[in-house]
């Protein structure tokens, strides 16, 4: 699966327009992100100020984190993933 703030729409419609073979979840308020750390920003008294960080988050069927890469780079990321997991197992 894969996490975005994007709204469920737009994802929808990426998704389909890319064939991605996984499914994408909506967190628009960045709630998953930043409890995985993938949150870039600042907390300024109550709000929460920021952008989700283009970040991989391997979790095992457990629920516990595997592998994490943050602030990585598009080109070859999906390679170098389908690496990593094939080496977890």
């Known amino acids: 699966m894969g ?8 994802l929808k419609k990426w998704a389909e ?7 994408l979840l909506s967190d628009p308020d960045g709630e998953v992100c930043r409890k995985y750390g993938a949150w870039s920003g600042v907390d300024l008294l109550v709000t929460k100020v920021g952008l989700p960080s283009r970040s991989t988050i ?3 069927p ?3 984190v595997l592998r994490a890469f943050y602030g990585v780079k598009a080109a070859g ?3 170098n993933m389908f690496k990593e997991v094939c080496e977890i197992g």
């Open 3 to 10: 996490v975005s703030a994007d709204k469920p729409e737009s």
């Open 17 to 23: 327009n890319k064939g991605l073979p996984f499914t």
């Open 58 to 60: 391997i979790i095992g």
């Open 62 to 64: 457990d629920g516990k």
């Open 77 to 79: 990321h999906a390679a």
